[in-house]
């Protein structure tokens, strides 16, 4: 039997196995099963090296391993080692890689939505494992005009920014291009808002952002990475006021449409079916 994870901690909200276990079935993998398994910390090193036993095919890391793996594999592409944030696993030549599927899951659920990453002003709520891939989408030639960063534990997100203005220069962006706001307080109305914090995985859990400024302003589009629940309190708000919202859902797909083509081979389809098969 192929065995593959996803771990992480919580992770009883993961879809992670129902989507991949589908898959598997669909494309006919069928002496391969996925399934979550909640760790600590302590345990990661182990599933390393079950990796590298051939115990366990592949990995999916999740909330809040995907910076602490990275320290552990043997290998990661450019832009991994650049972000250091790590969500799946697979042997190559003997070697354990740590690939991020995250970042252009992410950039192709925008794109989707006819999203141009263009002079658009973002607001980033967190600093967490996940946090970079979302950041980096905006650095770039033609990037954002204005990235405001929030996260409760400030100096993890002036970390990111003292990292990040290292690209903001090797793009040319105007230096001031990341600015951090202090938890809870409000930056100018940007266009883009997105909670990449894990408050709202439990279903009362709410952000303390005071978002009113944005009262029937039909433009903004308030993004949360979460999928399970389908509407956070950031959503439900935002939804009442009338502004623009997506949950995690299309970019949820799309970063295990690349880890499963990583495992296997296969472009699994993104369709109806697939995307109900999540509701
Ligand atoms: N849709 C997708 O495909 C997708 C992909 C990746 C991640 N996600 C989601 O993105 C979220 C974050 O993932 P991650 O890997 O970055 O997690 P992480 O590394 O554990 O980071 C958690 C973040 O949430 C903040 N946080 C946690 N509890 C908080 C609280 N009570 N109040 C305020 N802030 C709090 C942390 O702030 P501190 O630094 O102050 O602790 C940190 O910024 C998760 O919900 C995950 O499910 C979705």
Redesign the pocket.
């Known amino acids: 039997m192929n065995k593959y994870l996803v771990i992480g901690n919580p992770i009883a909200?993961s879809l992670s196995p129902l989507l991949h276990n589908y898959w598997f079935k669909k494309y006919k993998f069928l002496d391969s099963i996925y399934e979550k398994k909640k760790v600590e910390k302590k345990d990661l090193k182990k599933i390393v090296e079950q990796i590298k036993n051939d115990e366990i095919k592949g990995v999916n890391v999740?909330?809040?391993?995907?910076?602490e793996i990275f320290d552990l594999i043997d290998t990661a592409p450019h832009e991994v080692q650049f972000t250091k944030s790590v969500?799946t696993l697979v042997k190559e030549n003997d070697k354990v890689v740590g690939y991020n599927t995250?970042q252009e899951?992410?950039e192709i659920s925008l794109e989707e939505n006819e999203w141009d990453f263009k002079n658009k002003k973002v607001f980033i709520i967190?600093?967490?494992?996940?946090?970079p891939s979302i950041l980096s989408s905006f650095i770039r030639a033609d990037g954002a005009e204005k990235i405001y960063l929030s996260?409760?534990?400030r100096s993890?997100a002036e970390e990111l920014k003292k990292f990040w203005d290292k690209a903001i220069d090797f793009y040319q962006m105007n230096k001031d291009t990341i600015e951090i706001i202090d938890?809870g307080e409000k930056s100018e109305l940007c266009d883009l808002i997105i909670n990449?914090?894990?408050?709202?995985?439990t279903r009362d859990?709410k952000?303390d952002f005071d978002f009113s400024d944005y009262n029937n302003n039909k433009e903004a589009l308030f993004y949360d990475?979460?999928?399970n629940p389908k509407e956070t309190n950031f959503l439900k708000e935002a939804r009442i006021r009338e502004n623009k919202t997506m949950n995690?859902?299309m970019?949820?797909l799309w970063?295990a449409h690349l880890a499963f083509k990583k495992w296997t081979g296969v472009s699994p389809k993104i369709d109806q079916e697939v995307i109900k098969l999540l509701d």
Not at 62 to 67: H, I, M
Not at 196 to 201: A, H, Q, R
């Open positions: 909200h999740t909330v809040p391993f995907k910076r969500n995250d899951g992410f967190g600093a967490g494992g996940v946090t996260n409760r534990t993890k938890w990449t914090t894990s408050v709202g995985l859990e952000l990475l979460i999928y995690g859902k970019m949820f970063q």
